[in-house]
């Protein structure tokens, strides 16, 4: 009998993968977690690291990792399989490298196998070994993004610290103005249904007043118009979910994706760092089956975003359980993982749950107060069963910093779920923004300093769209992206040379295309 290496990043998922495994092959398989990346570059980032060609030459096992190291050379060798099952991302892609660099040089690349799972169940492992592939190393994205952030971090100076998305975040929010919070309003129909609901959001530094502003729907009505028939809400994807299960529950975005990342681990949720919306035929029969042991009305048919079935990549992240009591209240005392299971598990059911929309006719909007003209008045008339539907009467949510960051970052696309948390953590503990999103003197200082070297632009942004759409050599799409962004790094790295115009005028071209 074949003995089997699997090789993860989280060793939270070990004892799972192991039980799951040894049904699968009736047999004992080795697990062994690399526990995140095994390699890296010095921190300091004043140590040279890089030649002028853009090869790293100081990427090495972290010294905490040797052990790690060790242990996979060892179960390797008595290997007949070895899968390599990192998380499914750029980031899993080079801990699957360098695994196989470190680790397993030498070793028959025949017996090494990509398998990409998306979530603790024995279905999804299943799946995960048949579509196996042979192991190819392609870990271009993820090595040009680490060598990018690095550069960019060493153009540092006494105005401040740069970073890729910590200064795009500032450059944007002298642009753009963030949402910290929300009014809910009502003004009842003249039809005597249910009241149309009004969503007035509030910006940073707005003057407010919620009394005021509910004063006016009273002693008024609208009336319906136009009406269509669709379910209650799509479903989420991970910034979805941390935002609105924050503002649901109280409870931080950061402690909640502990909470995703944990029921991940433990096979209750798939992949929770997904931003995607839409959802596998699989997810849509698991969701029936929750919705039918709650006695909902859920109809497949109205789920708005179902992948192709030859799709790849995460879905949404979805729960994998079905007997989720979904009606049982979600208050501020709940805790982080139960209150992520029932909010993303109603959210799934609200994705197929029948409703009828209803909008105010354009008649009856005109008599209303200017400043509630320019809101969407609307009214969801659900068709069954709903328990955990509630009647909220108008009322005014002021937004935490952190939940408003959040907001922020998905509207201007900065970050990515596997790294927006710990962004908005390191933002705030800099103390460049006051309570109302207005800089401090100290967040002026680093404004300035960022738009003259990032002229003025959002490269996050610019960068992960470049990534969309491009996959050479690490070398080769650093130095165009530096050539994009026009960001000056020849105090790390020398790059004149014959062929930087050469790439400028491939790049620029066909780049500029994309964005447009």
């Not at 998380?87 to 090494?112: C, F, P, Q, S, T």
């Not at 596997?418 to 962004?423: A, K, L, P």
């Not at 401090?440 to 002229?455: A, C, M, Q, R, V």
Request: hydrophobic share 35%.
């Amino acid at each position: 009998m074949a003995n089997r290496l699997f090789i993860i990043e989280a060793p939270g998922k070990e004892s799972i993968l192991n039980r799951i495994l040894y049904q699968v092959y009736k047999q004992r398989c080795e697990v062994i977690s690399t526990v995140g990346h095994i390699c890296a570059n010095p921190p300091n980032l004043g140590t040279e690291w890089i030649t002028n060609s853009l090869t790293e030459h100081s990427y090495q096992v972290r010294p905490e990792r040797r052990r790690i190291v060790e242990n996979l050379a060892v179960a390797a060798r008595i290997a007949d399989e070895i899968y390599l099952a990192t998380d499914d991302d750029h980031e899993g892609d080079v801990i699957a490298r360098d695994v196989v660099k470190k680790a397993l040089d030498g070793v028959d690349i025949n017996k090494l196998f990509r398998v990409r799972l998306r979530a603790m169940t024995i279905d999804e492992v299943r799946r995960a070994i048949s579509e196996r592939e042979p192991f190819s190393p392609d870990a271009n994205k993820g090595d040009a993004r680490r060598v990018l952030d690095r550069l960019i971090g060493t153009l540092s100076n006494r105005q401040g610290a740069i970073g890729r998305v910590q200064g795009s975040i500032l450059i944007e929010l002298a642009l753009q103005t963030p949402v910290t919070g929300l009014a809910v309003l009502k003004i009842p129909s003249s039809d005597g249904g249910s009241a149309f609901t009004g969503i007035l959001p509030v910006f940073a530094g707005e003057s407010f007043d919620f009394d005021e502003i509910n004063e006016l729907c009273n002693g008024l009505q609208l009336s319906p118009g136009a009406s269509l028939d669709t379910s209650v809400s799509t479903t989420w994807n991970h910034t979805d979910i941390l935002l609105n299960c924050s503002l649901r529950t109280g409870q931080s975005p950061v402690s909640l994706a502990d909470a995703m990342q944990r029921l991940y681990e433990r096979g209750q949720m798939t992949y929770p760092r997904s931003s995607q919306r839409t959802v596998s035929c699989n997810s849509v029969n698991r969701t029936q089956l929750i919705a039918r042991m709650q006695g909902v009305n859920f109809r497949p048919e109205l789920v708005r975003n179902v992948r192709r079935p030859d799709a790849v990549g995460h879905e949404a992240p979805t729960i994998l359980e079905s007997d989720v009591p979904i009606n049982r209240q979600v208050n501020d005392l709940s805790d982080a993982e139960t209150a992520v299971k029932l909010l993303v598990a109603r959210n799934q059911v609200e994705s197929g749950l029948p409703c009828k929309m209803t909008f105010a006719n354009s008649e009856s909007l005109s008599q209303l107060p200017e400043i509630l003209k320019n809101i969407q008045w609307h009214r969801k008339d659900i068709q069954g069963l709903c328990l955990w539907n509630e009647n909220n009467p108008p009322h005014f949510k002021q937004w935490t910093q952190q939940q408003s960051l959040l907001h922020f970052m998905q509207q201007t696309h900065l970050g990515r779920p596997s790294t927006v948390i710990v962004h908005i953590e390191k933002f705030l503990s800099r103390c460049l923004i006051n309570t109302d999103f207005s800089l401090t003197d100290k967040g002026k200082i680093w404004l300035s300093n960022h738009k003259e070297i990032f002229h003025n632009k959002n490269i996050s942004n610019i960068i992960e769209k470049y990534f969309e759409v491009n996959n050479q050599s690490p070398e080769v799409m650093v130095r165009a992206l530096l050539e994009i962004c026009q960001l000056d790094v020849s105090n790390s790295v020398d790059l004149t040379g014959p062929e930087r115009h050469e790439i400028q005028e491939d790049t620029d071209d066909e780049y500029t295309t994309n964005l447009n």
